[in-house]
């Protein structure tokens, strides 16, 4: 079990009154930023296997609680804030039903404990508080709509409750939202409006700009951006869209052409926002990015308002380099009353209305009370967001091939230059074990978490990976390499090949064109062992430097001398070669991220081909 203890004291388990039965989990496609910057330990707080630690087990008061509303028959669900008549009804025909809105976070906390599950929207914070009042009968947190910030995930997946979201019902409103509020500025209405209610008539100072002709970036191609696109082609707009990760024929069937970030911006008139809030979108709209914008352009955001850097975009507005904005979402919701960004005569804003129409409204309460009830039922809910429970052998056995499986994906998908979209995954597990004694759903699960996670808002788990992987148009198979040896030993190694996919770092592909990863566990450790065809022993923990060059004396003194001089701490280093004096690829681990001066200065090295930087 020593080898489990890491991954136990990030995952918890729902305690045994709890059903195992969660599942696939809410698929909101995003786009990356031009290279990503999400942290793994930070995304790790929200992984998705359990393992049992006593720290997660309900209290004696907690059980009791809970076999209580067992014996009752019908459990009790608290609703804390408006839902749709249809979804209240829908509950109320399996459970108890309490209302009970604009609840304090203390009147909460003493509710919490006499509920079997919550239902909110986006103001009720769940906390680890709301958790530990619970004492053990919590079993299910619905959150009406999409995001998740206000639920702690990681204290949920310890106080072993499922929490599960609505999706999908409220895509089209937002698409609509988005193409109101395109309209809407581009026309200068609510300036308008508000100036001839003052009783003000300024025809001439509210001209605008017309649509047809014009060039719509769409940043995140998912469910949104892509009805958004569906609707702006119908009003004669030129549209291309940026991310990384979307399927080059979805977008091409709508008449989408997917482009870098860099053109994206450069070249859009206007600039609809549709990507997640993850650790490498957070306010990636700032100052560098509203530079290389075209003077001028127009911007629109009813995605996250943590994914724009709100004084940037003021002094965009101020200095003319962004002509408008029209806004329904903000870092801080809602957001100050003296907001110089709400109050500019050229932002038009709304206060996050993106779902908010009768329609969705009614879809989204069917949606998470039908998610709401399957999980009570013990069903597997389609819109799991946190852990079902994985048993504890297997977690003991395979724990450290479950962070093997993770690093590799998050490895390879850092590989992928922009543009070409993944389609076809294919995992590799060499093994002395029977295949039918070599459960491998798990490490499936994680390769797909760890090519999935950093470049979306999806939280990927055991039972959802596949669902998630096929929402994304991911096709992943799986081979088992039979080897001579002791079976006591479950995996030799684990590869990881992306089919038919452009590579930012040329060595890394294969004979056959395929971009090609393989690592193996050493000491409980996951190590990196193959990148494309070179051999290679490097540790997969911090971060990771790949660089491909000319075999030759003095290349790895000059790369440890710059880092150094960087005040870059160097925790190992490897180096592969298909032959003395020819192609080598040199790993380097470091503790921190390098200032980009210091990778310029690497790529600088006459011997050095190329280079690139990892984040694991």
Request: glycine share 8%; with cysteine.
């Amino acid at each position: 079990m020593a080898l489990a203890a890491p991954l136990c004291h990030l995952l918890a388990a729902p305690p045994p009154s709890t059903s195992a039965a969660a599942d696939a989990a809410h698929d909101h496609a995003g786009a990356l930023a031009p290279h990503s910057r999400a942290s793994p330990l930070r995304r790790r707080g929200r992984l998705f296997l359990a393992c049992r630690v006593p720290a997660a087990a309900p209290s004696a008061r907690g059980r009791g609680v809970a076999a209580a509303a067992t014996a009752a028959g019908r459990p009790t669900v608290l609703v804390t804030e408006k839902l749709g008549d249809a979804g209240l009804e829908l509950l109320r025909r399996f459970a108890n039903v309490d209302c009970a809105y604009e609840l304090t976070a203390e009147e909460l906390r003493a509710k919490v404990s006499l509920v079997d599950a919550l239902v909110v929207r986006s103001a009720t914070r769940v906390t680890r508080e709301v958790f530990e009042a619970a004492r053990g009968r919590l079993r299910v947190v619905g959150r009406a709509g999409v995001g998740i910030d206000n639920v702690d995930l990681q204290a949920a997946t310890e106080a072993g409750c499922l929490v599960v979201n609505a999706p999908t019902a409220n895509t089209v409103a937002a698409a609509e939202h988005a193409i109101a509020l395109l309209a809407a500025m581009a026309r200068n209405v609510a300036q308008a409006d508000a100036s001839l209610k003052a009783g003000k008539w300024q025809r001439n100072k509210y001209v605008g700009v017309s649509l047809v002709g014009k060039t719509l970036a769409i940043m995140g191609f998912g469910k949104v951006g892509s009805e958004v696109a569906r609707r702006a082609k119908g009003l004669g707009m030129d549209i291309i869209a940026h991310d990384p990760y979307a399927p080059v024929d979805r977008a091409r069937a709508i008449g989408v052409d997917l482009v870098s970030f860099d053109e994206a911006i450069s070249t859009a008139d206007f600039i609809s926002l549709h990507m997640p809030l993850t650790p490498s979108t957070a306010k990636l709209f700032d100052d560098e990015t509203f530079a290389n914008m075209k003077k001028g352009v127009r911007i629109i955001n009813v995605a996250r308002g943590g994914v724009v850097d709100e004084d940037a975009l003021l002094r965009a507005l101020d200095n003319g380099t962004v002509s408008q904005a029209a806004l329904d979402v903000f870092t801080e919701e809602p957001p100050p009353k003296d907001s110089k960004l709400v109050h500019h005569e050229h932002v038009t804003v709304t206060p996050h209305l993106g779902a908010s129409t009768s329609e969705a409204q009614e879809g989204v309460a069917l949606e998470i009370a039908e998610a709401v009830l399957g999980a009570l039922k013990g069903e597997l809910a389609a819109t799991a967001v946190n852990a079902p429970m994985v048993p504890a052998e297997v977690l003991s056995e395979l724990s450290p091939y479950v962070v093997l499986a993770e690093k590799l994906g998050r490895l390879v998908v850092q590989l992928v230059a922009g543009g070409s979209g993944i389609k076809e995954v294919k995992i590799g597990y060499s093994s002395s074990r029977d295949p039918d004694d070599l459960d491998t759903r798990v490490l499936r699960a994680m390769v797909t978490k760890g090519i999935i996670e950093p470049i979306s808002s999806a939280f990927v788990n055991i039972v959802n990976a596949d669902y998630v992987a096929k929402q994304r148009g991911l096709r992943i198979s799986e081979e088992r390499i039979l080897l001579d040896g002791s079976p006591e030993i479950p995996i030799d190694s684990i590869q990881v090949h992306l089919a038919n996919v452009e590579s930012k770092f040329a060595g890394a592909l294969s004979d056959e064109g395929d971009i090609r990863v393989e690592g193996e566990v050493k000491d409980g450790k996951p190590h990196l062992t193959l990148v494309g065809p070179f051999s290679v022993d490097v540790s997969l923990e911090g971060n990771l430097i790949l660089c491909r060059q000319v075999d030759q004396p003095g290349i790895i003194g000059k790369v440890g001398s710059i880092l150094g001089k960087m005040n870059v701490n160097v925790n190992f280093m490897s180096v592969g070669r298909t032959a003395p004096g020819k192609q080598a690829i040199m790993a380097i681990g470091v503790d921190e991220e390098p200032e980009k001066e210091a990778l310029k200065l690497i790529g600088d090295i006459p011997s050095v081909e190329e280079f690139v930087f990892i984040k694991l």
